[in-house]
């Protein structure tokens, strides 16, 4: 079986991304589907208190430090259906993981036998987070409807989409046209992404065919997390439209979660982490956001204004 990845990102922590990853992993888990969630944050992992794991027995560290195949360090929720590969590797950098452990790593995740496979990441944005967030089927962004998260948002994409382009032209060796267009982008108009790939595609037939094949299928999920109220809500239109205007590529607006105190509890641990995937998995919101996920689809005004 060939698992669907999904991974969930946004640069910046504290937008819930954990919270959604273990409330969708749960749902649709719940639904019949074999997950398997991947915590990704290395050295800062709790997603296994989300789901009811208390004392996970394996983490990445077997992966990384004792080269054990990852099949091997996945274990069993309480939830039928739902498995958790746990970072709690507090003895490891993540920016001292090589290069060939991170191709391992990627190799290992594509093996694994599931319908979904859901890797949730840190924050910020190295290069280890960028390239794992790439190596998805379905790449989801989480954020708050605050100024701060959203401009943080634009800086992940921004640097993802950069990554990625810089990806393409190294795999056809034109990795140093890419550089000339970012050192001369004053005087040549270039004054995004966006800008940068319609200048690279000008470049020339072939290089544009490339790009265009290249950069066909990727697409970004948005995720709005903590919503108190219809203008909230309406945000995800707006920001769907900034990504595609200023970055010149495909976006969605799958869903968004509503306001609850419940998860500013969790995450300042005032109650048990454990409980919250759990007790929301069946939320409306949240049960919506897996099925448009699931579906490639993404919610409409009309279903927002009629919700």
Request: aromatic residues 8%; charged residues 25%; positive net charge.
């Amino acid at each position: 079986m060939t698992a669907e990845i999904w991974t969930l990102g946004g640069g910046k922590g504290g937008t819930g991304k954990t919270f959604i990853t273990s409330s969708l992993g749960v749902n649709l888990a719940k639904s019949g589907r074999k997950v398997i969630l991947i915590d990704a944050d290395l050295g800062g992992a709790n997603l296994h208190s989300f789901v009811r794991l208390k004392k996970p027995k394996h983490s990445l560290t077997d992966f990384f430090e004792n080269r054990l195949p990852l099949e091997k360090i996945i274990e069993d929720t309480q939830i039928p259906g739902l498995k958790l590969v746990t970072g709690d590797i507090h003895s490891i950098n993540p920016q001292n993981i090589k290069y060939a452990q991170k191709l391992r790593f990627f190799r290992h995740i594509r093996e694994l036998d599931a319908d979904y496979i859901i890797v949730d990441l840190g924050g910020g944005s190295n290069l280890n987070t960028l390239d794992t967030f790439l190596l998805a089927d379905k790449l989801v962004v989480v954020i708050l409807p605050e100024i701060t998260s959203i401009e943080n948002l634009y800086q992940f994409l921004k640097k993802v989409l950069f990554r990625k382009i810089n990806r393409i032209l190294r795999k056809h060796r034109m990795k140093d046209s890419v550089l000339e267009a970012w050192r001369k982008g004053d005087t040549r108009g270039i004054h995004s992404i966006g800008e940068m790939i319609r200048f690279l595609k000008g470049l020339s037939f072939e290089t544009s065919l490339i790009i265009d094949e290249e950069l066909a299928g990727f697409k970004v999920s948005i995720i709005l997390n903590q919503v108190r109220d219809r203008e909230h809500i309406e945000m995800g239109f707006s920001v769907r439209s900034v990504i595609m205007k200023y970055f010149g590529i495909s976006a969605m607006y799958a869903g968004y979660i509503g306001h609850n105190d419940l998860f500013w509890r969790f995450i300042n641990q005032i109650q048990p982490l454990s409980q919250s995937a759990v007790s929301l998995s069946n939320n409306r919101e949240i049960s919506a956001l897996a099925r448009n996920l699931e579906e490639d689809k993404q919610i409409t005004l009309t279903e927002i204004y009629h919700a």
